[in-house]
């Protein structure tokens, strides 16, 4: 999203009643809402992709299950969900006037997302190094690993998205530009991020896990 | 902590050239920049079927100057049958995305809905320029198709794999062209995204003092409804998209199926599935269908309710029939597939859902009927399309019930039954919502009357002769007539040609009351009879207590209060016979929404 929108309405008060408007419905203001309201679109984007994977997979005889540890993905879903705990815990500092704080965690939430994006990088590259690429793989139908990477990798973008723009939050909370709301609303896509990747894990990794 | 100060003037009013006509971050402008892209798409896509028509009615009629928009395709200036193919795809997609999805939604819901809640602009003003020039694009990517070395993609708009994944070897077009396709579609994609989220925060966060939500008129709650089937059937569309262009680019074969043989070649992919593409497009595609038609719905209450001068019987039953179409048009989707190969229990599953939808439709026609009986409407261009409407939607509907039971659609399917069915419903009635509206609200867009003595030719000669077109298509379909065949040469085909020759005929003098419609709308933008005033029709919603045509913020200095329904007509003991919604005026003889 452009940070100049965002902006627009920053001094809108918390529940965005004025004096000439009507009260938003559910008392969630607009740029709120906005973000609520990309975050089910972008699950409708993500349901899309996890259906066109169950049908391929349902309609695929011998389907490949190529993983044969749990490791690195258990690390890596453990790295995403302190990831949403250290995102919480800088929105509550910053809700409570915190600003270093918030800004401390924000950017711990940072850190550790990029840590994610490491540790899958490094996954793929391992399976790339195995000869998968997006349309040959040497485990059995060349689906598996385009579904494979186009799925992940539509969730790393939106971990490299989630990355970039918490970093220009954060910074610009910190020069007194942003306040707790704008602060909130980057998380509930953080969030949402992680939440996404609680449906990848079960779907595309423990499924594949060998026998 | 925060300031809590207004809902400010989100933007001041812009000077430069530019910034006030090309790149404005004016909802209104906004608005009439997708009016004109809408009327450019659907002139394009009128000659397109002109170009059709011709070549069905008269086989190998030479249309001169044709080589010049494809020398590959027209030699000769005759179109050869994959040309036919390319000219159809492009007429269903522009007609469908840029057209149908593009005025009444976008155009008209971009200019009125922040006016219509008393907002002075929509939240993300960016975000809505963008949605503007964001679809401009997508538009210019799909017309670049033309002006490749094999010309559009010859898939249909539906883009049914195998054949729209397996490259140039399905023929001319299903290379590049499908790519430019599916890119262009990905990129509409985006800014129906940008355009849906405004709407709703609109709708929920923008209204004025005492518009409460059931106090939004009709054509709000119609945009309203439409926004949410646009925020998640369009984030659906896309990845279908996406997947498809990487089958073409990236190698990967997700439509492409093992072992197809096409043209005696055996093509290289790998157990992709081609149901996928048709689960993934339809889910897209049925709520798109609504998309196009609930805008019309909303506009057409709204023009017979001021031309009425009484309020429809219930507004709230016209409300909730309109979200039930919303809800179940995610559910019916199958339909579309009853002959896909897909399980036939999975057909009954749909079917049952479709033949439901009938009952909110057949509601929100009785609640017009019956408000429509006895009323003294005041016959004007904008109601007599209004009636129009009703008359397509009820034509084309009809034909839904045959066709939405699997027995009777495997005799149908992909004739031109189906083809006659959604032209009359969602074509030829979203095209009479979009006439309404513009013969409605042209004063209050440009502060001039459109010729009503032309309006009502063009009234009368588009209804006589879309029937003309379209009642003929049910004959042929249940003749037996296959859409998307470029000639007839079957012993069966050969008796129906004079019935095409008809329909060709009955094309070109429709179009030509189209522009008619075109003269009347730029001649009246420049030379028109100036409005009389602010409200001419003498409604009562708040576009209609604004400026002609609005300040930058719509409303001046002053927000609007609304103290009233949006459609309080012939109260009781009132001082005349309509009372706008922000008059202080206490009505006694009347429930008001709370």
Not at chain 1, 148 to 154: K, M, R, V
Not at chain 2, 30 to 37: F, P, R, T, V
Not at chain 2, 493 to 522: D, E, R
């Amino acid at each position: 999203m452009s940070q100049a929108d965002l902006s627009i309405h920053a001094q809108v008060s918390r529940t965005g009643a004025t004096e000439t408007m009507t009260a938003p419905t559910f008392s969630v203001p607009a740029k709120k809402m906005a973000m609520w309201l990309f975050i089910i679109a972008d699950s409708a984007t993500f349901a899309g992709c996890l259906v066109a994977y169950g049908f391929i997979r349902n309609a695929t005889p011998d389907w490949p299950r190529p993983f044969h540890s749990i490791t690195n993905v258990a690390i890596m879903t453990l790295i995403l969900l302190t990831s949403s705990l250290t995102m919480l815990i800088g929105v509550r500092s910053a809700e409570q006037g915190d600003k270093a704080k918030a800004f401390r965690f924000t950017m711990i939430t940072v850190a550790l997302g990029i840590l994610f994006a490491v540790l899958h990088i490094r996954e793929w590259m391992g399976m790339i190094g195995e000869g998968a690429t997006l349309f040959h793989n040497p485990w059995g139908t060349p689906l598996f690993s385009s579904l494979f990477f186009s799925i992940t990798g539509l969730h790393l973008l939106h971990v490299t998205g989630g990355v970039i723009a918490l970093i220009a939050v954060a910074l610009k909370y910190q020069g007194g530009r942003y306040n707790a709301d704008d602060l909130e609303i980057t998380g509930l896509y953080w969030h949402f991020v992680d939440l996404v990747w609680m449906f990848v894990v079960p779907l595309v990794y423990l499924l594949n896990l060998a026998h | 902590m925060h300031d809590m100060s207004t809902h400010a003037v989100p933007h001041g009013a812009p000077t430069s050239f530019i910034r006030k006509h090309v790149f404005s971050i004016d909802h209104k402008v906004i608005g009439k920049q997708y009016y004109a892209l809408a009327l450019l798409a659907a002139l394009i896509g009128m000659v397109l079927s002109w170009i059709m028509r011709l070549h069905l009615g008269y086989g190998s009629l030479a249309i001169p100057g044709l080589h010049l928009l494809s020398k590959n395709g027209a030699p000769g200036d005759v179109m050869t049958p994959e040309y036919y193919l390319q000219l159809m795809t492009m007429h269903g997609t522009i007609m469908v995305f840029f057209v149908l999805t593009t005025a009444p939604f976008a155009a008209f819901g971009n200019f009125f809905l922040p006016i219509q809640t008393g907002a002075e602009d929509m939240p993300f003003p960016h975000f809505n320029m963008m949605s503007f020039w964001v679809t401009f694009t997508a538009f210019l990517v799909l017309v670049a198709s033309f002006f490749t070395g094999t010309g559009p993609t010859l898939g249909g708009w539906t883009q049914y794999a195998p054949l729209s994944a397996i490259g140039d070897v399905g023929g001319p077009g299903e290379g590049l062209g499908v790519v430019l396709w599916a890119a262009s579609i990905a990129i509409f994609c985006i800014g129906q995204l940008l355009g849906s989220l405004n709407f709703i925060t609109t709708t929920l966060d923008m209204r004025c003092k005492g518009m409460s939500l059931m106090r939004l008129p009709l054509t709000a709650w119609a945009w309203f409804i439409t926004s949410i089937m646009g925020l998640t059937a369009f984030a659906v569309l896309m990845p279908a998209c996406l997947l498809l262009i990487l089958d073409h680019v990236a190698g990967t074969s997700f439509f492409r199926p093992s072992n197809a043989v096409i043209n005696d070649q055996v093509l290289p992919g790998s157990g992709g599935s081609t149901l996928l593409w048709q689960h993934l497009f339809w889910f897209f595609g049925h709520p798109e269908v609504y998309i196009a038609i609930v805008p019309g719905l909303g506009i057409v209450s709204h023009v017979l309710i001021t031309n009425m001068r009484r309020p429809m019987l219930s507004h709230r039953v016209l409300i909730y029939s309109m979200g039930a179409l919303a809800l179940l048009s995610y559910m019916v989707y199958g339909h579309h597939m009853f002959v896909s190969g897909m399980n036939p229990v999975s057909s009954l599953a749909f079917s049952f859902p479709t033949l439901v939808i009938t009952i909110p439709s057949t509601i929100v026609v009785l609640i017009w009927l019956g408000s429509l009986y006895g009323s003294r409407l005041r016959i004007n261009s904008a109601s007599l399309f209004a009636l129009g409407f009703i008359s397509m939607f009820i034509s084309g509907g009809v034909s839904g019930f045959f066709l939405a039971q699997p027995s009777i659609d495997i005799m149908l399917h992909a004739t031109y039954f189906v083809v006659g069915h959604f032209h009359l419903v969602m074509g030829v009635a979203a095209m009479f919502g979009i006439f309404a509206g513009t013969y409605f609200w042209f004063p209050k867009m440009t502060g001039r009357m459109m010729n009503e003595t032309l309006g009502k030719v063009h009234f009368w000669m588009s209804f006589v002769g879309a029937y003309c077109i379209f009642m003929p298509f049910h004959y042929l379909g249940i003749a037996g007539n296959v859409r998307r065949y470029q000639a007839f040469t079957d012993d069966y085909l050969i008796p129906l040609i004079p019935v095409h020759k008809f329909i060709t005929i009955a094309a070109l003098f429709t179009g030509f009351a189209q522009l008619i419609f075109v003269y009347n709308l730029i001649h009246s933008r420049f030379w028109g009879k100036v409005a009389p005033n602010d409200n001419p029709w003498e409604g009562t919603s708040l576009e209609w207590s604004t400026a002609t045509p609005p300040p930058h913020n719509n409303f001046g200095d002053k927000m609007p209060v609304v103290y009233h329904d949006p459609y309080q007509y012939s109260v009781e003991g009132a001082s005349t016979d309509y009372v706008m919604q922000t008059s202080t005026e206490q009505l006694k003889n009347t429930d008001e929404e709370k």
